[in-house]
C-alpha cells in the first residue's frame, strides 16, 4: 500500500477534515461544563455521550495527522433539489414526531431520507434491506432512549386520543 493510497479522502476540503472533529470536540468540551449545574443523575446521559464524542473527534484527528488528507479536488456539487429533500424530511421529522410519536416518525423519516438518498434502481432486495434496517436502526434506538436510558419520547398526541 503506497502513502498516497493510506491517507484520507477529503469529503471536501482539507481545512474541513481537521475542523469538523475539532469543532465536536469544543462542543463536547462546553457540554461537560454545562453538566456542572445538572444533578448528577440528569448529567449522566449528557456527560457520557459528551465523553464519547470528545474522544471519537480525538481518535479522527489522530488518524488524519498519521495518515494525511487527500484534497478531494475532483468533488461534485451534489444535486441541490436531492438535498433540499433531505433537509425537508428531517424537519418534517422533527414537526411529525409530537403528533405521531417516536416510533412512527423515525420509522417513516428513515424510509423517506432513504428513498431520497438512492442514487441507484430500486430492486426488491434492495427495498427489503431498507425495511429491515430501518425498523432494527429505530427499535434500537427506542430501546436504548426509552428503556435503558429512561428518556421521555414523544408517543404522539395522535395515539393518545
Not at 474541513?16 to 456542572?36: G, H, N
Not at 412512527?104 to 438512492?118: C, D, E, I, W
Request: glycine content about 8%; aromatic content about 10%.
Amino acid at each position: 500500500m503506497t502513502v498516497a493510497s493510506r491517507k484520507v479522502q477529503a469529503a471536501c476540503s482539507r481545512r474541513a477534515e481537521f475542523l469538523m472533529p475539532a469543532l465536536f470536540m469544543a462542543v463536547s468540551l462546553f457540554s461537560l461544563w454545562q453538566t456542572q449545574d445538572m444533578s448528577q443523575l440528569g448529567a449522566i446521559f449528557p456527560a457520557t455521550i459528551a465523553v464519547v464524542i470528545l474522544i471519537a473527534g480525538a481518535l479522527r484527528l489522530v488518524q488524519l495527522m498519521l495518515r494525511g488528507v487527500q484534497g478531494n479536488a475532483e468533488r461534485t456539487r451534489g444535486s441541490t433539489p436531492r438535498k433540499l429533500l433531505l433537509v425537508l424530511a428531517m424537519v418534517a421529522w422533527a414537526l411529525a414526531m409530537p403528533w405521531i410519536g417516536f416510533l412512527t416518525a423515525g420509522l417513516t423519516s428513515f424510509f423517506l431520507l432513504m428513498m431520497v438518498a438512492q442514487h441507484g434502481l430500486w430492486t426488491s432486495r434492495r427495498l427489503l434491506a431498507h425495511l429491515v434496517t430501518g425498523t432494527i436502526l429505530v427499535a434500537f434506538f427506542y430501546g436504548l432512549f426509552a428503556l435503558l436510558l429512561h428518556v421521555p419520547l414523544p408517543v404522539g398526541r395522535w395515539w393518545l386520543g
